[in-house]
């Protein structure tokens, strides 16, 4: 290969890292000559479906972008079991707490479908929080944000039955992925009975029993793995 093709190439590459970083909602504020230099730092990955991002144990190094596709967070115990922390999807951020502590992974991250993902080293990251007041700020109240909502699931797990947890998780789902249509607000995100067990803490059989009982109030309708919410008060009123 040609040295001429060669920059070309690295200038096509260079142009598809930035064009990412300012897909970025935490990154919209930071000035393009910084973006630019950041460019040499990041790398830009294509994570297949069922792929696993990093485990328990392994080095907290990197700080993670969503660009496309998306992630699981999860807690995975030696027999197996697992409960699921968060789903991460386009534009968002997760591995943010080795930038607080730089301490190894404590949760396992999986891709739930392709994606494409930003790596950022820590370090880089870190530079760029202590240079932005901003910048730190959003970073901040995103932690925040996600450490309210781990206190609420735990609130969940401990003191709601499933059919109280399954509705709040619904409720939860219809307000972060819904589309309003003629039946009712639509999931527009496909979820198994199973990872939805994993969500709460329960088991698929339950799940299933649970969304049969839902769907007989006319609480929901279910196609396939596509859930259109009926009676957003009715679920309210059932967690």
């Not at 386009?90 to 730089?102: C, K, M, P, R, S």
């Amino acid at each position: 290969m040609s040295a001429r093709k060669k920059a070309l190439d690295r200038a096509q590459d260079d142009k598809r890292v930035l064009w990412h970083l300012r897909k970025i909602p935490l990154l919209s504020n930071v000035p393009p000559a910084k973006l630019q230099e950041l460019i040499s730092q990041v790398e830009l990955r294509e994570i297949p479906r069922r792929q696993v991002i990093y485990l328990p144990g392994d080095p907290g190094e990197q700080v993670y972008f969503i660009n496309g596709g998306r992630v699981k967070t999860s807690k995975v115990t030696r027999d197996g079991k697992e409960l699921t922390l968060a789903y991460r999807g386009a534009g968002q951020i997760f591995g943010e707490l080795a930038v607080i502590d730089g301490s190894p992974r404590e949760e396992m991250a999986e891709a739930m479908k392709n994606a494409i993902i930003t790596e950022l080293p820590v370090d880089v990251f870190r530079e760029l929080l202590l240079a932005d007041a901003k910048l730190c700020f959003s970073f901040l109240s995103d932690v925040g944000k996600r450490r309210r909502q781990l206190e609420t699931k735990l609130e969940h797990l401990v003191f709601k039955d499933v059919q109280a947890k399954l509705a709040a998780l619904l409720l939860e789902l219809g307000e972060e992925y819904g589309q309003e249509t003629e039946d009712g607000l639509q999931i527009g995100l496909k979820i198994t009975h199973q990872e939805m067990a994993n969500l709460i803490g329960s088991t698929r059989e339950t799940i299933s029993l649970t969304l049969a009982q839902f769907k007989k109030k006319d609480l929901l309708n279910m196609n396939g793995r596509t859930v259109v919410l009926l009676d957003q008060d009715g679920l309210k009123a059932a967690t």
